[in-house]
């Protein structure tokens, strides 16, 4: 009996030292997680249809991200673009021949150490406060005070953040999460939320939000569940309105069905 009581001390002690390595494991490299950067030459050249500018935006000390300014013929509004956690503008910068259209111009940039964009993400503020800055400087270049500001997945938060201290004509969130800790939680389940060193509380931004807002949701989705958007619609005093499509997961963003409704919208927005 005792040789059995120490043998499961035994691996209850040795259960609990893997877990504590394992949160040390998700702490110390979250970044790797969260943030899947394709990183880009600086003498990449980006080859797109339509005309479009590649700009350079300095955030920080000795650190400049890097964007494109797709332009409409006859344009009715801008669209600033926040895309998801993967990839870089040469893959982003396809998705802009839809709005032009449509006949917006649309803005989309790397976020830290994505593309030819300078530094690396080391902290919330990186994401929100780089978010700020590109906002401001968009809407000058274009002489926009009112903009439609859009997110994808990981920028579907970061886009509503700045809707929530900027004038917006409307927000459009695509694949969005009630809040990035959450997000976590869902995917691993055993561990802590606060373990997450990142967090970005779209709810909590959206309570701060006066332009309308809408949400696309693929009822398949398996990293970002549907539950979480539907209860950003259960949030008092906002205008929220969502949609949601069958058969169709994680990919929302630029999925043709989505691409219909949405076309819609842009024409009752201006």
């Not at 339509?50 to 801008?78: C, Q, R, Y």
């Not at 958007?229 to 069905?257: A, K």
Request: aromatic fraction near 14%; hydrophobic fraction near 40%; include cysteine.
């Amino acid at each position: 009996m005792k040789k059995i009581i120490k043998l499961i001390l035994w691996m209850i002690s040795a259960a609990a030292i893997l877990y504590v390595i394992a949160l040390c494991f998700i702490y110390f490299k979250q970044e790797e997680f969260l943030f899947r950067p394709e990183v880009l030459t600086e003498d990449y050249i980006y080859q797109f249809e339509g005309e479009f500018e590649e700009v350079e935006i300095p955030v920080d000390t000795n650190i400049s991200l890097n964007g494109l300014l797709f332009k409409a013929e006859n344009p009715e509004g801008l669209i600033i673009f926040y895309h998801g956690n993967a990839g870089a503008l040469d893959k982003w910068g396809g998705y802009a021949s839809f709005y032009l259209q449509n006949n917006y111009n649309f803005f989309v940039y790397d976020y830290r150490g994505y593309g030819k964009s300078d530094g690396e993400i080391e902290k919330t503020g990186h994401l929100l406060n780089d978010a700020l800055i590109i906002y401001d400087s968009i809407s000058n270049i274009m002489n926009e005070k009112n903009p439609v500001i859009a997110g994808y997945s990981l920028g579907s938060g970061i886009a509503a953040y700045v809707a929530s201290k900027k004038a917006a004509n409307s927000l459009l969130l695509f694949a969005p999460y009630y809040s990035l800790r959450k997000t976590a939680i869902d995917a691993m389940p055993y561990f802590p939320g606060n373990i997450l060193r990142y967090n970005i509380e779209t709810a909590n931004y959206l309570r701060n939000v006066e332009c309308p807002v809408y949400v696309f949701h693929g009822l398949e989705d398996e990293l970002i569940f549907p539950e979480q958007s539907e209860q950003l619609t259960d949030i008092p005093g906002t205008r929220v309105q969502r949609l949601t499509y069958e058969n169709v997961s994680h990919n929302v963003f630029g999925h043709p069905r989505v691409n219909s409704d949405l076309e819609n919208i842009l024409d009752d927005i201006n």
